[in-house]
């Protein structure tokens, strides 16, 4: 596609149930990024996928956060038994390769947990 | 903190005026991005500046970096009510190739 692309734009889920947010990313992008993004705050790292290699986990907040990259595309991040907190918009980017610079973003997904 | 600090967390100058936006990180980078977001939802890519350079311009848009003092800063020139935003900086950590953004400033231009 022309950009990234993620889905849905906006999720309201009742707490307790889990939730898959998804992020198409741009053809031919080997690095791909999930970010966390709270109202009036900076970006929270979560995880970042790099072609085949293991991904940098070392950003998600609890084991209830999960994400995978299918066939180095289309990627899914995954929350279990959503809490409150968990509330925030969650931005994906992706890059042609890493340290090449400039990274695109979707425009996000607005989690509300109620 | 793995992410770089912005100062002023947030700046409101009258049209016309310059805007200057500092940002500091704590590691070793291959280069700094400065970023724009519009009503919270995706960022926009502005101008990258590697370890090696120390200014950078694309129009109105002035960037230089500091890697002595672990700093960098975006000056936009003759600012526009457009110009109105969130601007965060992002360092790209050498041996990570992850990329971490700070807390950034919000933009105010006054028309």
């Known amino acids: 596609g022309a950009g990234v692309s993620q889905s849905p734009s906006n999720k309201v889920t009742e707490k307790g149930k889990d939730v898959e947010l998804r992020c198409d990313p741009i053809s031919g992008h080997t690095a791909l990024y999930w970010y966390r993004q709270s109202l009036g705050q900076g970006l929270e790292f979560l995880i970042y996928?790099?072609?085949?290699?293991?991904?940098?986990k070392s950003g998600l907040p609890s084991d209830r956060f999960s994400a995978e990259r299918t066939g180095g595309s289309v990627s899914t991040l995954t929350i279990q038994r959503t809490q409150q907190e968990d509330s925030a918009v969650y931005l994906c980017?992706?890059?042609?390769?890493?340290?090449?610079?400039?990274?695109?973003f979707g425009q996000g997904t607005r989690l509300t947990v109620v | 903190s793995q992410q770089g600090e912005e100062d002023p967390q947030a700046l409101s100058i009258q049209e016309g005026e310059n805007a200057t936006m500092n940002c500091s990180y704590k590691?070793?980078?291959?280069?700094l991005q400065w970023y724009r977001q519009n009503s919270g939802r995706g960022l926009v890519h502005l101008i990258l500046?590697?370890?090696?350079?120390r200014e950078k311009h694309s129009g109105r848009l002035r960037v230089t970096l500091d890697t002595s003092k672990k700093s960098s800063s975006l000056l936009i020139t003759a600012s526009r009510a457009a110009d109105t935003a969130s601007y965060f900086c992002a360092t790209d950590w050498s041996g990570a190739n992850n990329l971490f953004f700070g807390t950034g400033t919000r933009l105010t231009v006054i028309p």
């Open positions: 980017a992706s890059s042609q390769r890493p340290g090449a610079g400039e990274a695109f």
């Open positions: 590691t070793s980078i291959n280069n």
């Open positions: 500046i590697r370890s090696n350079e």
């Open positions: 996928f790099q072609g085949n290699s293991a991904p940098d």
